[in-house]
DNA sequence: TTTATATATTGCAATATTACGATATATTAT
DNA sequence: ATAATATATCGTAATATTGCAATATATAAA
């Protein structure tokens, strides 16, 4: 006892952290997923693709967008939506680095 | 029209987006982080770290543990937990795949 | 200007998550 | 057997997420 509880969490676990939640429902997944697989990202095609509503999808993409995830660009009336490579890096880098703090020989089961 | 939504989700769509979900809370990166930088990985030392009561801590845990991220032994009257390694590297390997389907020149914004 | 198309927002119901106090269980120590 | 320690489970309140119908907005087409 005696040890106080300061801590918090950081600015990076808090930003994993929200990232991963973005994708941690298999719709974003696979929105994610259809986005790479168009040449034309285009937010109606992942409507017809999707089991979901139109107004579903589009808090999908809001919330993609909000982590970072996405970014959308107005295509005459179209909204054109894409990859942000840079946070999917990120995200690789972040479990590399886990993966490098893993030593199996410290492991009790 | 005339384009039917019949596709659902793949089964590796839904496992990975319950294993990104399980790691989005700030809370459970800074559990799994904790049981990287320890070699003895004990669930009081967490709840020690961390700034959540023990049946919070105790919840994160199982969740993490359902999502097959770590596993925990007992220890006489303490319970190990360690990472799973695989799961991890799978999910290097999802991003990966993401990442080697990106093809900025596709690429509308 | 009217109509059609594409997307976003609002409002709402159902469900899930988060956190914790109280309590249960299980092991160890006395 | 009793007490102490470590962890899990239960019950519950507060909040967040998910999904959709209805509606709003904005651009393009007629």
């Known amino acids: 006892m005696g040890v106080s509880k300061t801590s918090s969490y950081t600015e990076i676990q808090i930003e994993t952290a ?3 939640k ?3 429902h298999p719709a974003r997944i696979a929105i994610v ?3 790479l697989n168009q040449k034309e990202c285009i937010c109606n095609d992942i409507v017809n693709e999707l089991p979901l509503a139109q107004p579903t999808i589009s808090q999908h993409l809001k919330e993609l967008k909000n982590a970072g995830i996405i970014q959308g ?3 005459g009336k179209a909204i054109c939506y894409c990859i942000n490579p840079k946070v ?3 995200l690789v880098s ?3 680095s886990i993966l490098s703090n893993f030593h ?3 492991q009790c089961c």
Chains 1, 2 share one sequence.
Do not use: H, V
């Open 73 to 75: 660009t107005i295509e």
């Open 94 to 96: 972040f479990f590399n």
């Open 104 to 106: 199996p020989e410290d």
């Open 22 to 24: 973005a994708l941690g």
């Open 88 to 90: 999917i890096k990120d």
């Open 18 to 20: 929200n990232r991963l």
């Open 33 to 35: 997923q259809f986005l």
